[in-house]
């Protein structure tokens, strides 16, 4: 991002300092208070989707009204990054430059081989909700004599049916269940039929279960695809037996995973080029369009992102020429998360999937047991909150 915004603008690399706090998201999270509460400046923070609110409302950043950046700017950029970028007095505070939309990875032989499709559009219309999804794991099952799992983890689906909810995880000072016990039967009847492999998320047996035909596909966001060749990584690279044997469809329903949010610090003292970086990467049409074009990234832009899928050069080789973001583009369009990210929803969503993991491995003998497990470990973690 750097080295193309200076490029643009004319500046020069070093007059962009970039700090990394933290090895990873969660420990970003956590370091970034320590970081800000010190002598050092930030001008620019970059947040994550599940712990954004905590800098949104805390007194960390500033609206980007001080900027000069209003929401009206904002008429081309997906909805929910609004949303989750907007603080809980409804101020607009964080701006995306990446619409981090999902879909469902598959292999193409596999597909032809088990359910008899050809094409994306087929492979959608056997997996395009989660009965369906589950009718064809069933399926795969069988016809692969037990060999080969529909997804390829939990933590995949997970992802996946989270934006499945119709209500904040904390509202009202309570937490809100809502479709938790649907999604706990669900992973159940996929672990114990092998609809689901056991391998952990982004472990190396996680990245080897493509080609050894262990799973038909993954759940994969638009930063999983920018290098595309993570598809083949156990089995080097691009020599990868299996590389350019995927294809891409949306999957059992509309979502998105993770990105990152531009928010001006409290300590910004930079305002005029802090506003032209935030502006070239999240309102300009035309510079997030020439972004997307040599990252690979999904820009938050929807007239950028047309642009990209009309001019029809973008071929993912990974899935065999395929365009990922005229698949991902319909994705985009159908996430809605407005009024249900929480300051809360990293942890919490920890301790949910600790308590699906126990649920489905046998700690747990029950799914009572296991939402017990899981609402007493919140309860835990925020006993400030009103838990009934």
Do not use: H
Request: net charge negative.
């Amino acid at each position: 991002m750097i080295p193309l915004f200076c490029q643009e603008k004319g500046y020069t690399e070093d007059q962009v300092t970039w700090v990394q706090v933290g090895e990873n998201g969660e420990g970003a999270r956590d370091q970034y208070e320590q970081y800000l509460k010190g002598d050092e400046d930030a001008d620019i923070l970059i947040l994550e989707a599940d712990w954004i609110l905590k800098y949104l409302n805390d007194q960390y950043t500033a609206p980007l009204s001080a900027l000069g950046i209003s929401e009206s700017d904002y008429s081309n950029a997906y909805p929910y990054t609004v949303a989750i970028g907007t603080d809980e007095n409804g101020v607009l505070r964080g701006a995306s430059w990446q619409a981090a939309a999902g879909g469902y990875v598959y292999r193409t032989d596999l597909a032809e081989q088990y359910l008899g499709v050809t094409t994306p559009d087929e492979m959608q219309a056997k997996i395009g909700n989660w009965s369906d999804f589950e009718s064809a794991a069933a399926t795969v099952q069988e016809a692969s004599g037990g060999k080969t799992s529909m997804a390829a983890t939990l933590g995949g689906m997970w992802q996946v049916y989270q934006y499945n909810r119709t209500q904040p995880w904390v509202k009202d000072n309570k937490l809100e269940l809502d479709n938790c016990a649907d999604y706990m039967d669900i992973a159940k009847n996929f672990r114990d039929n092998n609809y689901v492999t056991n391998v952990t998320q982004w472990s190396d047996a996680w990245f080897a279960l493509g080609q050894d035909d262990s799973t038909m596909g993954y759940f994969f966001s638009t930063w999983c695809l920018t290098a595309g060749a993570q598809l083949e990584q156990a089995s080097g690279g691009t020599s990868g037996a299996t590389y350019g044997k995927y294809n891409i469809c949306v999957g059992p329903s509309n979502y998105a995973w993770g990105g990152s949010w531009l928010a001006p610090s409290v300590k910004c003292d930079n305002k005029t080029m802090a506003a032209e970086f935030i502006n070239f990467f999240t309102t300009d049409s035309a510079t997030m369009q020439k972004y997307a074009e040599t990252s690979g990234d999904f820009v938050n832009n929807k007239v950028s992102m047309q642009a990209v899928v009309d001019a029809g050069t973008n071929q993912n080789a990974a899935l065999g020429g395929q365009d990922q973001f005229a698949v991902l583009i319909s994705a985009a369009n159908g996430i809605d998360m407005d009024g249900k990210i929480t300051r809360y929803d990293s942890d919490i969503k920890n301790s949910f999937n600790n308590a699906v993991q126990g649920y489905v491995d046998g700690t747990y003998a029950t799914k009572d047991e296991a939402l017990d497990a899981f609402q007493n470990d919140v309860a835990a973690k925020f006993p400030d909150l009103n838990w009934d």
